[in-house]
């Protein structure tokens, strides 16, 4: 009897540790991807401030163009 009671604590200890490993690696996992999720959402983040600093750049220069070309019209009349 107190030997069956033993294996099967032991059954039990080298199943919990085995659920432990695998749930230790799952979480390992996660962190990695969780990472690489960060990464592209930054990288996604930078092109869009490089995209958004393009387009001010264009609206700026086509309203200084429209600006410049309505002085040289007001200056022809």
């Known amino acids: 009897m107190h030997n069956d009671l033993e294996r099967s604590g032991e059954n039990d200890r080298r199943r919990l540790e085995s659920q432990l490993q695998i749930l ?36 700026d220069k086509v309203v200084s163009q429209n ?3 309505s002085i040289q019209g007001s200056k022809m009349f």
């Open 24 to 59: 230790e690696t799952q979480a390992q996992d996660f962190r990695a991807q969780l990472s690489q999720e960060r990464d592209v959402i930054r990288n996604l983040q930078l092109q869009k401030e490089l995209e958004l600093r393009d387009l001010q750049n264009r609206h």
């Open 67 to 69: 600006f410049l070309g």
